[in-house]
């Protein structure tokens, strides 16, 4: 059986990734043109950027200590998001962001963090914690009983917002951390046919799709996506809407067209 993605889970020329955003029940729809990592896609970045002597809030109601960089202590966690510095990347302190005049480029990456059992939630922009149950009546994440993952996560990096990421050790032992990424930069195309997105957004035509933890639509997340793309989505519609859809896509797409 034809996959679209590799043995990385990453897709291949000429596939389609398809990113929805649950907040504004929109979508974007890319052609992946090319894999510009491609033979390279697994980085050994190391452990957490945790400085030795940052203090961190415990599950408790407490706080605690980092005994030596890269630990995360005992009953602690990280309420403010993390961004990976990189030295010689475009943002120093931050290795996947990228302005709008990358638009044409996208990561999607695949995080994972050592020991396995490490809880991990993602804060879209950085300092939006997105965790939400019953729509806004709880907030939830690593600092919480639920809304996270452990030791994995997968996102799609747009340009102009700063992801940051959040740990928590809910263990009674301190731990040294180990980070790998397995990821792609995509060299990217927005279709131009607005039957063919509908397609792909009714599930007709395969597609990988990657949900984004968005839930509350920050200010920063509306200026990244129309200054990058001009749009902020194609709005997802039922099968039996499909002249409503098109009529929409082609509206969007005129847009796209301009900054693309």
Known sequence: MYSIVDKFGLVTDGNYLTVFLPAKEVAFVFRVKARLNNGYEVLN???????????????????????????????????????????????????????????????????????????????????????????????????????????FFETVHFPRIHYGYRYGNDTNMSVYTKVKFVYAEYLVEIPDNPELIFNILTKKVPSYWVTLPIHVWDPTIDSALKKTYNIIGFPIYREDQKDKAISEYKALLSKVKEVM
């Open 45 to 151: 970045y190391g452990p957490l950027p945790l400085s030795s002597g940052t203090t961190l809030p415990t599950y408790e109601g407490s706080s605690s200590s980092v005994p030596a960089s890269g630990v995360l202590p005992a009953r602690t966690f990280t309420q403010t998001g993390i961004t990976f510095p990189y030295t010689g990347a475009y943002d120093e302190t931050d290795m996947w962001y990228v302005t709008e005049e990358y638009r044409d480029l996208l990561f999607h990456v695949k995080q994972y963090i050592e020991p396995a059992w490490i809880r991990i939630d993602v804060q879209i922009p950085k300092g939006v914690t997105q965790g939400r149950f019953q729509r806004n009546k709880i907030i939830t994440g690593v600092d919480k009983e639920f809304g996270f993952m452990r030791g």
